[in-house]
């Protein structure tokens, strides 16, 4: 019995940070999104988005082709035509979970200070029932809900 208590007591405590993190806006959960489908140059590939509020994490799992991208949007499209940026995660994949937490340094989709800014964040346009973007490869990637 003092064995559970302790447990509950540590969940309980670690459930209290993480809900003040939450509050305090430095913590918060991307969950995963099931009805988002991921093409790639115009054909469905097997992948994963997570997201929530503005922020989004499309992950394409084709083989030898798995990679993570970070989706910032500002929720509006702006007069070029842009409704965000994408920021490359380089080597780190989301893992397949239902959800991902998010803080300031995760997921690790950063540009690093020996990059150039420009080639590793692109433009977010619009597409017929969802968001598409280019990468450098010049691989156009499409996230849209699934159509019934």
Known sequence: ???FAVIAGAVAALGAVGWSLYLNGKLDFLLRLRRITVEVNGVAV???VYGHRFVSVVTRRDPGKQHSYLLSSAGDID???NLGSVTDCH??????LPLLIQ????PPCLV???EAKRRWIWT???YPHGVKFV????ETIVIREALP
């Open 112 to 114: 690093r200070p020996d």
């Open 46 to 48: 097997d992948g994963d």
């Open 124 to 126: 977010l346009t619009p």
């Open 135 to 138: 990468t450098p490869e010049h």
């Open 103 to 106: 803080t300031r340094s995760y």
């Open 1 to 3: 019995m003092k064995k």
């Open 91 to 96: 080597d780190w994949v989301a893992p397949r």
């Open 79 to 81: 007069p070029a035509g």
